[in-house]
């Protein structure tokens, strides 16, 4: 059993769920990736995403395309994201996913990304533009180097395609809440759309799901814990890292927010 299988077992058996910070690696601070990682944990995250900076990032808003600037100024690489993993690894098991556009890993070969995946310690893969029809290479070799495949499921979704998604995602989901990209919202969804979507979700998943994309506050977290497995936050906390002075402001930042999101 992987890291994340681990995980979600042990939230549905003490009825949790998950709250999954998303983090751009060497944004605010170049050199902070490391230790951003061990602020997430110290504020209870679940699992965490970590994205892979790219020059054309389709899925994403204003906030996480000027993180993923700065952190390519910052000299961001998928070498430097690894090493980062590698280090946490040493006395951490927390789950780290990497999410990320097909391009920088077809530059880097499919093989070879993975296996370093691997030996870094990454548990996951989320590559927004790779629909699973056209993943075949990349779930053949994430098999091969235990690296778990997550896909993603949209509002406009239809049952018969949520069940192909679930079956095609290694251990669970990944639910965007609206359609279009990235970004902290004050409204999460409107006119039940989200809630009947989620019941859809869960009607046709085997697996766990969580839901994404515009969660920026504990009752947006609350809402969507009711009906999936987990809640991601991205935007929200990338706010609120920028806004940081220093790198101890930003990690303190970093554990106070996170911890403010899970509900009592």
């Known amino acids: 059993m992987n890291r994340i299988q681990k995980k979600f077992t042990s939230l549905r058996s003490s009825g949790g769920k998950a709250l999954i910070p998303y983090v751009t690696p060497e944004y605010p601070y170049k050199g902070i990736t490391l230790a951003l990682l061990r602020a997430l944990e110290e504020g209870n995250a679940d699992l965490v995403e970590v994205g892979i900076p790219f020059s054309d990032p389709l899925a994403d808003g204003e906030t996480i395309q000027h993180s993923s600037e700065i952190a390519l100024k910052n000299g961001v690489t998928v070498a430097r994201i690894l090493q980062a993993v590698h280090e946490f690894r040493r006395d951490s098991e927390l789950p780290i996913l990497l999410m990320g556009y097909v391009n920088p890993i077809l530059r880097m070969g499919i093989g070879k990304f993975l296996e370093e995946c691997h030996a870094a ?3 996951g893969l989320i590559v927004p533009d790779l629909p699973p029809e056209e993943a075949s290479e990349v779930t053949s070799l994430s098999r091969k180097y235990e690296i778990s495949n997550v896909f993603l499921i949209a509002p406009t979704t239809s049952d018969e395609r949520i069940r192909e998604i679930d079956g095609h995602s290694t251990d669970f989901s990944y639910c965007v809440s609206v359609t279009g ?3 902290a919202r004050t409204e999460l ?6 809630d009947a979507f989620r019941r859809r979700v869960r009607k046709n998943a ?3 799901f969580v839901v994404g994309f515009g969660i920026s506050q504990q009752a947006h977290v609350r809402r969507v814990w009711e ?5 991601v936050v991205g935007s929200s906390l990338i706010n609120v890292l920028g806004k940081a002075v220093s790198e101890q402001q930003a990690l303190r930042a970093a554990v106070d927010f996170l911890r403010s999101l899970r509900p009592s």
């Not at 969804?189 to 989200?194: N, T």
């Not at 009906?227 to 809640?231: F, R, S, T």
């Open 121 to 123: 310690g990454v548990d």
């Open 181 to 183: 990209v990235t970004g």
């Open 189 to 194: 969804g409107s006119g039940g759309g989200l």
């Open 206 to 208: 085997q697996k766990p």
């Open 227 to 231: 009906l999936a497995d987990g809640a």
